[in-house]
């Protein structure tokens, strides 16, 4: 896998804005903008996914970050125009929604080693974020883990908000399976070079104790 590449891990845009400072990593981190390609997490709902796909590309456009062309995998691509789409693209956006569906699609279409092995930027947000790190768990469906893309020695899960008591015990007893990088909404962990660093705010749950996340604890 080359990991030289620039990662971003994103948890969610409620406003279904950037803000400031992610926006301004991405202008610096993605000079090429030719193709994006959305990996949808609702592999079956096209309609959704044609919306949801236009509108974060409009995301990158308000921003001055617009591509020459933007297209999403679901469903209805071939598992060799996925491929090709995934080759050639400059930056691949993994989409949220549901995480085993995203990853049942990337296994589907034979994607997972093309995108270890790509050139291409890739972001995550929600569910796609989920499937980047090492270990995914989607905790609303089971608390059984498989395996991630592993751009990142972690379990992350996104929407993380204190007042939800339910989402709370979720994640205190998954960390007592193993370790969770709980992310805020509009926060980031960015990776390049092996090189960690992130914005917002970002946990690290494991055996039930909550501590500050540090770039340290991510394993390349």
């Known amino acids: 896998m080359n990991t030289n590449r620039f990662f971003a891990f994103f948890s969610g845009f409620p406003t279904r804005h950037f803000t400031d400072e992610i926006a301004e990593k991405l202008k610096e981190e993605i000079a090429i903008r030719n193709s994006l390609v959305f990996i949808s997490a609702w592999p079956e709902d096209y309609a959704r996914n044609d919306e949801d796909s236009a509108g974060m590309h409009g995301m990158f456009s308000e921003r001055g970050m617009g591509f020459r062309h933007f297209a999403v995998i679901d469903s209805r691509t071939a598992p060799t125009d996925a491929a090709a789409m995934i080759r050639n693209a400059d930056c691949i956006f993994l989409m949220g929604g549901n995480a085993t569906l995203q990853m049942a699609l990337i296994r589907e279409k034979g994607l997972f ?56 015990k979720l994640l205190h007893n998954l960390s007592m399976i193993l370790p969770v990088c709980a992310m805020e909404d509009e926060s980031a962990i960015y990776i390049k070079n092996g090189q960690v660093s992130c914005t917002g705010r970002v946990y690290r749950i494991n055996n039930g104790e909550y501590t500050a996340f540090s770039p340290e604890m991510i394993l390349i």
């Open 113 to 168: 080693d093309e995108l270890r092995d790509c050139s291409a930027v890739i972001l995550g947000v929600s569910a796609g974020s989920m499937n980047m790190g090492k270990t995914t768990v989607d905790i609303w469906e089971t608390m059984e883990p498989y395996e991630g893309l592993g751009f990142a020695g972690i379990t992350v899960k996104s929407h993380y908000r204190t007042e939800d008591e339910h989402l709370m």
